[in-house]
């Protein structure tokens, strides 16, 4: 009986004993099966306890009544990153005290923590995370959603790739009907360098959001799948699909998607040799994010990288990005950008046994222990060069054992 939970909800939340409750009104015994639902009680006596806890019984039963639906349209808003659609029903719901009764209080706090994955209010999640890792008799579903929000935690916030993924494979689509996580997957698998993975799970991201109608997921699906499928080396920049999508999300006013391929953008056109157009699309990428979220770093490092490239500007000016840079990753607690950043600072101060001696006892380590495949293969060249460069041949040769490894086949060849 829905009214026997909301009487106990507000009686416990008052402080009250079921004997103050029923005082003159009925006895503490039937306040208790009125709780539990298990006996017939009259509706004079229901608005007599209502009164008492000064609530309206027909109002909160109709709060109750949409709690289920309100919710499942919030965490719909957040898989679709509707975000201002998000915040509104956020506002609604936190004026509800109904929220805290046992029958909603854990798919409150799930998708609430989703919520806080979106905006980049990461210490709030990883807070509510831990008070769910201490949950008892989880249902199957929340069990799931658990596994993605753990998963987007650590590949959005902790750049832990390969735990992300191993929370993300966990998860049951049969029990929990969000393949909204493929798109997860796929991102997580591209961190670890695995290009056809990493497509094979965007494609089925795509199939998802084009049957929801999401124009701003559709886009960010296909541009994962761009990278993949521009990032080989016999592609022609010359055909890049991204000049098409970055007129659509403008035209669309999906500015964070925008900023999102502005990035990607530049960077294809760094890896290609084209410096100018990066640090431009570098910059303009910059200008669309916020500086308070974790993306932006991201877009910093490479604006970073362009700049030094070119040599556009002055050695104080680099200095003055690339220690913003290092501030920043502080605050987020990002180790990997962290590295990034200090590395930079030791480069522009021209400080080389400094740069390869942090690289090798502090970066490097971190980067293959943490499974990051493109910086783990980049610095092992770099360190390789710099040790063959000083005619260190036995240090050079510690790099290249795992950069073979690699690279070999179980052929039959003679």
């Given at each position: 009986m829905i009214q026997g939970k909301i009487i106990k909800f507000y009686r416990e939340l008052q402080g009250l004993r079921q004997a103050d409750l029923g005082n003159e009104i009925c006895s503490s015994t039937h306040v208790s099966k009125i709780e539990r639902g298990i006996t017939e009680v009259s509706q004079e006596t229901i608005e007599l306890l209502a009164k008492r806890l000064r609530i309206d019984m027909k109002e909160?039963?109709?709060?109750?009544?949409?709690?289920?639906?309100?919710?499942?349209?919030w965490h719909e808003s957040i898989i679709l990153k509707l975000n201002s659609k998000a915040t509104s029903i956020k506002t609604k719901l936190e004026g509800i005290m109904l929220l805290k009764i046992p029958d909603f209080y854990r798919a409150y706090t799930l998708v609430l923590t989703r919520y806080y994955l979106l905006i980049g209010e990461s210490t709030y999640a990883k807070s509510?995370?831990?008070e769910m890792n201490s949950w008892d008799e989880l249902s199957v579903y929340d069990q799931n959603m658990l596994y993605h929000i753990k998963g987007k935690f650590y590949l959005d916030y902790q750049n832990e790739y390969?735990?992300?993924?191993?929370?993300?494979?966990?998860i049951n689509l049969t029990y929990y009907h969000n393949p909204?996580?493929?798109?997860?997957?796929?991102?997580?698998y591209m961190c670890m360098n695995s290009s056809i993975l990493a497509y094979?799970?965007?494609?089925?991201?795509?199939?998802?959001f084009s049957s929801k109608n999401s124009f701003n997921r559709i886009l960010e699906t296909e541009m994962l799948m761009l990278i993949q499928v521009e990032q080989e080396e016999i592609f022609d920049t010359k055909d890049s699909g991204y000049p098409r999508l970055i007129e659509?999300?403008?035209?669309?006013?999906l500015t964070d998607q925008k900023a999102k391929l502005l990035h990607n953008y530049a960077y294809q056109q760094f890896r290609n040799g084209s410096y100018e157009k990066a640090f431009e699309h570098y910059s303009q990428s910059l200008i669309l994010r916020d500086a308070s979220h974790p993306h932006y770093i991201v877009t910093l490092e490479g604006y970073l990288n362009a700049a030094t490239k070119l040599g556009l500007q002055s050695q104080t000016e680099l200095l003055i990005v690339a220690r913003e840079g290092l501030s920043l990753a502080k605050s987020l607690d990002d180790t990997m950008y962290l590295h990034y950043f200090q590395l930079h600072v030791n480069k522009i101060e021209g400080l080389k046994e400094r740069y390869y001696h942090y690289l090798e006892s502090v970066a490097y380590p971190f980067f293959k222990e943490m499974g990051y495949g493109l910086a783990t293969e980049t610095y092992e060249i770099k360190l390789f060069d710099y040790y063959l460069e000083k005619g260190d041949g036995e240090r050079a040769n510690q790099f290249t054992l795992s950069i073979v490894n690699r690279f070999?086949?179980?052929n039959e060849l003679v």
């Open positions: 909160e039963i109709n709060t109750y009544l949409s709690l289920d639906l309100l919710l499942k349209e509510l995370i831990e390969s735990l992300a993924i191993s929370y993300l494979k966990k909204e996580y493929y798109y997860d997957l796929a991102c997580a094979h799970y965007a494609n089925k991201a795509l199939q998802f659509m999300a403008d035209s669309l006013g070999r086949k179980n």
